[in-house]
């Protein structure tokens, strides 16, 4: 892959600096997404040296891109799958399925097909109706029983939605043994964007005590999946992820002998991975305020302000150092289309270059073409390379 892949600038060059956003927008256009391979293998690198013998599944779904599975799988990097388009994604990636579980809690009867055809042999379920499915896959899938706990804390509480109570654990267990289907670990999400590590904590503690009560009932559980919900900075710097997963590795330590842990990290890899480049298309002074019509927006890149509640930093490249309350507005004809009300920016012109930092998670993912305004192009950049993203198989 590296050896075809055109070079687009010099190697030394930081594909985030200004030098590089106008090279590859003038050989690319606008809207783009860079993402810089380096950034992801430094980002996987410190979480997984942050928690060691913990095996790292990347949750595909904050970036879904062929280019940026190929340079995790060369990582070491195992994968966290939930759709039948993931499964057909890391297939064409060419990764091994022994390095992939599938975790979506609520799964069609070809989802867990697809999944098993593809060679992928674990999933997560959270209900009886669930655990029934797998009768008919008995002696092929392992699952993984997903405890919730709330996390008001978390920007996006993803244990209202899915996870069973922790009470229900040991019912679930029973029933898959009826069904002679074979229980591997628990699994939880405690939410992304975790503020701090106390929910992981809490609820490595009380999976710990689960899995101690189920090996009383001589049934010893091997896997316990601790999520994603790992923090990326934006507007507002988090806690550094080693401090983040110190006190994780601590109740991790704790564990009964035997069980093995896991995580499915997604926002901290690839957030910090990526920018997003636009340009002004048109502008106006409306009141006291000027007005800048981007060539992506709430419908595209910028999806993540609304639907992961995300504030990215937003800066211009025109080099102008007077700045003036401003409003930066997407291309689409949707009112709601609007970036930020209030920004401070020098005065744009048409044709100039605005940059959103920390970019890489849950936007181009959630972009749609509304109003047939594309989504942006994808350039994963590794020293100065673009690697093939294309997705032929
Ligand atoms: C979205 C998701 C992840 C990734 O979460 P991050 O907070 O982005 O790390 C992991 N696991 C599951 C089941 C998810 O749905």
Sequence with gaps: MLENSPTVFDPSWDPFAPDAIHRLAQLYGSPLLIVDAERLRERYRRLADALPGVQLHFALKPLPHRAV???????????????????????????APERCIHTHPIKRDGDIRTALAAGVDTFVVDNPDEVRKF???????????????????????????????????????????????RVRGLSFHVGSQAPDPAMHVEAIEACAGLIARSAANDL????????????ADYREPMMPIERFCAPIRAALAALPYGVRAIAEPGRTIVAPSAIGVSTVMGRAKRGDRWWYYLDDGLYGSYSGR??????????????????????????????????????????????DRVVGRSMGAYTWASASDFNFFPKATVLVVDRGRLLDGSDEA
Excluded: M
């Design 220 to 231: 010893a559980l091997e896997i316990l999946d601790i999520g994603g919900g790992f923090p």
């Design 306 to 351: 609304l639907y992961d509640h995300a504030n990215y930093p937003i800066e211009a490249l025109n080099g102008g150092t007077q700045r003036v309350p401003s409003v930066l507005a997407g291309p689409t004809c949707d009112s709601i289309d609007v970036i930020e009300e209030d920004i401070a920016l020098p005065l744009l012109a048409i044709g």
């Design 69 to 95: 599975v190929e340079v995790l799988r060369d990582e070491g990097a195992s994968f966290d799958l939930a759709t039948n388009g993931e499964v057909d994604l890391v297939r064409r990636a060419k990764v």
């Design 135 to 181: 009768a008919k896959y008995r002696g092929q899938a392992g699952l993984l029983i997903r405890v919730a706990f709330r996390n008001p804390g978390a920007v996006c509480d993803l244990s209202r939605k899915f996870g069973c109570d922790p009470g229900e654990v040991e019912d679930l267990i029973g029933l898959a043994a009826s069904l002679d289907v």
